[in-house]
């Protein structure tokens, strides 16, 4: 199904700060569901290379109603950028005028990428109404006392596994490694190191997030970008076995390529159908 959409902008307020938004629509009809669309980072709401605008417009065609917003100290809104950890008032916010613009929406999901699916799972047991989560990426490196984001020097797992893999089907690889150039017992003790289980010890964040989720206990889909390290950091604090997560191969961070747009349009239809 697609048809004709609209798109208008909204105001509503959070601790008496103005937040304004936007609102896509099907021009034909009572949208059958809404989702509510939050911002990851300092982004504002059309999102990265204007990608959430994009998804808004299609999923309107739909027969969608989708919501987006900057947060209060972002973008045009008013207020203080508390960032994600003080966001929790700005969702709720959003979610009320939601549902005061759109009503009767039977079914309503909130979707967030990076940060913002981190503030959307410790703000769930908050949420009132909302049918189901769609949690891409979900920020979990935890921050210094200045506030700036931790580097360690070995990259997640999760993302070493992805590279050794990478670099074991290169043939030009394999070709170095034949002649001598690559070390093979280097590249061996590699492997088996990245190999060796370490300690599930997930950070107060991811602590925090998995209580938040937990407390909520409606339905959540976890989307991972397979070339994000973001998102390959969450499963390194995250409970492998947890049948909620589903990865997009080849997929970076905002699901910019081709394939992830389209799979990750797809997950998100299937949280709004039910």
């Known amino acids: 199904m697609s048809g004709s959409t609209m798109r208008k902008g909204i105001a509503f307020t959070c ?23 939050v911002s990851g980072g300092n982004e504002i709401r059309a999102g990265a290379w204007s990608g959430q605008a ?30 994600f950890r003080g966001s929790g008032p700005d969702i709720l916010a959003a979610l009320t005028a939601f549902r005061d613009a759109v009503p009767g929406l039977a079914r309503l999901v909130v979707l967030g990428n990076c940060d913002a699916a981190s503030a959307v ?5 908050q949420m009132q109404g909302v049918s189901a989560l769609v949690l891409s990426n979900p920020w979990t490196i935890e921050q210094d006392e200045d506030g700036a984001a931790e580097e360690k020097a070995a990259m997640p797992t999760a993302a070493l ?18 002649t001598g150039k690559v070390s093979i017992f280097g590249a061996i003790r590699s492997v088996i190191a990245m190999l060796r289980p370490k ?27 397979g070339r994000d390290r973001t998102g390959l950091a969450f499963l390194d604090n995250w409970d492998k076995r947890d049948r909620r997560i589903q990865t997009c191969d080849g997929a970076t961070h905002s699901f910019v390529e081709d394939h992830a747009r389209d ?9 709004l159908n039910g």
């Open 121 to 125: 799972m410790m703000t769930a047991p």
């Open 263 to 271: 799979w990750y349009l797809a997950q998100v239809v299937v949280a």
């Open 54 to 83: 994009q998804m808004a417009a299609r999923l309107a065609a739909q027969g969608f109603a989708v919501m987006r917003y900057d947060r209060r100290g972002v973008g045009d809104s008013e207020g203080m950028n508390t960032g």
């Open 15 to 37: 601790e008496a700060a103005a937040l304004f938004g936007t609102l896509d629509l099907p021009a034909d009809g009572a949208p059958r569901a809404g989702l509510l669309l």
């Open 199 to 225: 300690p599930a010890e997930p950070n107060p964040l991811a602590r925090a997030m998995a209580e938040g989720l937990s407390a909520w206990g409606g339905p959540a889909m976890l989307l991972i970008a």
């Open 161 to 178: 596994r992805a590279h050794y893999r990478a670099r074991l089907a290169n043939p030009a690889m394999l070709l170095r490694l034949l």
